[in-house]
């Protein structure tokens, strides 16, 4: 029934004209005119999955963002560079080859198979981080096909054995007797020295931290923001030693943008680091991070062992991190 004008008739003159010219569509096989009738082959062309470029793929991974659990840029970065090394010794070429390479194999082993018994596992578990299962679910709603991936995602891989923390009396002296004269010396560099053994940052953090990151909570505890932590999230508020809170505190000198430690970043990356080991003897593989262990192990032993307290300023994502790397032989009381 025509509702406009109350009448079984037909209105022939409201229908639109049927379009009979050819529709244009971009497939992945290329430019194609279609009519209306092979819109099901249009249909099955587009559900057919693709197989990319390695390159490409890469591409793809570190320029997307999940709408969860998104890492971070550096972190997809060292995946990929651990993908291409990978590659590069199975003899494949990511710019000219697609992904249907990820399921070839070498001396009758599949790719990561063979490359944790001749190389290293280390390279392996980040590589296939690519291709974990969100990122399985994202790669299938592009339409590339997922199935070359299969081997790297079913092999079993032993977990990270957690090295647990050896302070050294006399290392630690040097550290503090170096580090402490910089305050005169070179004021900014020992502002890296505080915040990294002091309060426990990493460089990346040192990098970022700002004076208003320095905060004070509603009890009267000394935090730092920690802005895009490790373990997730916008932010994290960590407690800190308030002593060494209120030494760097104290420091606070006027900087353009407000960063604790405002100085090149390579400063920080390459001098720092080369200080270490040159002047304090740090023969660790990451000095700056040799000094936030120190302050980790010197929170929990002056917090009566308290792993919990150390975890909470070091920002681990759990209690069982901390407790495997700096909890050691219990603090035992004389008998008499």
Same mark, same amino acid.
């Given at each position: 029934?025509?509702?406009?004008?109350?009448?079984?008739?037909?209105?022939?003159?409201?229908?639109?004209?049927?379009?009979?010219?050819?529709?244009?569509?971009?497939?992945?096989?290329?430019?194609?005119?279609?009519?209306?009738?092979?819109?099901?082959?249009?249909?099955?062309?587009?559900?057919?999955?693709?197989? @990319?470029?390695? %390159? +490409? !793929?890469?591409?793809?991974? =570190?320029?997307?963002?999940?709408?969860?659990? $998104?890492?971070?840029?550096?972190?997809?970065?060292?995946?990929?560079?651990?993908?291409?090394?990978?590659?590069?010794?199975?003899?494949?070429?990511?710019?000219?080859?697609?992904?249907?390479?990820?399921?070839?194999?070498?001396?009758?082993?599949?790719?990561?198979?063979?490359?944790?018994?001749?190389?290293?596992?280390?390279?392996?578990?980040?590589?296939?981080?690519?291709?974990?299962?969100?990122?399985?679910?994202?790669?299938?709603?592009?339409?590339?096909?997922?199935?070359?991936?299969?081997?790297?995602?079913?092999?079993?891989?032993?977990?990270?054995?957690?090295?647990?923390?050896? @302070?050294?009396? %006399? +290392? !630690?002296?040097?550290?503090? =007797?170096?580090?402490?004269?910089?305050?005169? $010396?070179?004021?900014?560099?020992?502002?890296?020295?505080?915040?990294?053994?002091?309060?426990?940052?990493?460089?990346?953090?040192?990098?970022?931290?700002?004076?208003?990151?320095?905060?004070?909570?509603?009890?009267?505890?000394?935090?730092?923001?920690?802005?895009?932590?490790?373990?997730?999230?916008?932010?994290?508020?960590?407690?800190?030693?308030?002593?060494?809170?209120?030494?760097?505190?104290?420091?606070?000198?006027?900087?353009?943008?407000?960063?604790?430690?405002?100085?090149?970043?390579?400063?920080?990356?390459?001098?720092?680091?080369?200080?270490?080991?040159?002047?304090?003897?740090?023969?660790?593989?990451?000095?700056?991070?040799?000094?936030?262990?120190?302050?980790?192990?010197?929170?929990?032993?002056?917090?009566?062992?308290?792993?919990?307290?150390?975890?909470?300023?070091?920002?681990?994502?759990?209690?069982?991190?901390?407790?495997?790397?700096?909890?050691?032989?219990?603090?035992?009381?004389?008998?008499?």
């Amino acid at each position: 029934m025509n509702t406009l004008t109350q009448t079984s008739a037909l209105d022939t003159n409201s229908r639109p004209m049927m379009n009979t010219n050819p529709i244009r569509a971009v497939l992945p096989n290329g430019d194609t005119l279609i009519t209306r009738g092979g819109i099901s082959a249009v249909a099955d062309e587009l559900a057919r999955p693709s197989w @990319p470029m390695i %390159e +490409e !793929l890469f591409w793809t991974y =570190e320029s997307s963002r999940l709408t969860a659990g $998104n890492p971070k840029d550096d972190t997809k970065r060292k995946n990929v560079v651990s993908m291409r090394r990978i590659l590069v010794r199975a003899g494949i070429d990511p710019v000219t080859c697609d992904i249907r390479h990820f399921a070839g194999s070498v001396g009758n082993r599949c790719i990561p198979e063979w490359y944790v018994c001749t190389h290293s596992a280390n390279d392996v578990r980040l590589a296939r981080s690519m291709f974990s299962k969100r990122w399985i679910m994202f790669y299938r709603s592009q339409n590339i096909d997922t199935r070359p991936f299969a081997n790297w995602v079913a092999l079993p891989l032993q977990g990270i054995k957690v090295k647990q923390f050896d @302070p050294n009396r %006399e +290392e !630690l002296a040097r550290i503090v =007797e170096k580090c402490e004269s910089l305050i005169v $010396n070179d004021p900014q560099m020992w502002l890296m020295y505080a915040l990294a053994y002091g309060l426990g940052l990493r460089s990346s953090e040192i990098k970022r931290a700002r004076w208003g990151d320095l905060q004070e909570d509603f009890d009267g505890n000394k935090l730092i923001r920690i802005h895009s932590p490790k373990s997730g999230g916008k932010w994290q508020d960590r407690p800190c030693d308030p002593a060494w809170w209120d030494k760097i505190l104290s420091r606070n000198i006027a900087s353009s943008d407000g960063l604790i430690v405002d100085v090149q970043e390579d400063r920080i990356t390459r001098d720092f680091p080369q200080f270490l080991r040159e002047e304090c003897g740090v023969v660790d593989l990451r000095p700056v991070h040799r000094l936030r262990k120190y302050c980790g192990h010197r929170v929990m032993r002056s917090n009566g062992n308290n792993a919990f307290v150390a975890s909470r300023a070091l920002g681990h994502s759990s209690v069982e991190m901390t407790s495997r790397v700096y909890v050691g032989n219990p603090q035992i009381a004389p008998s008499f």
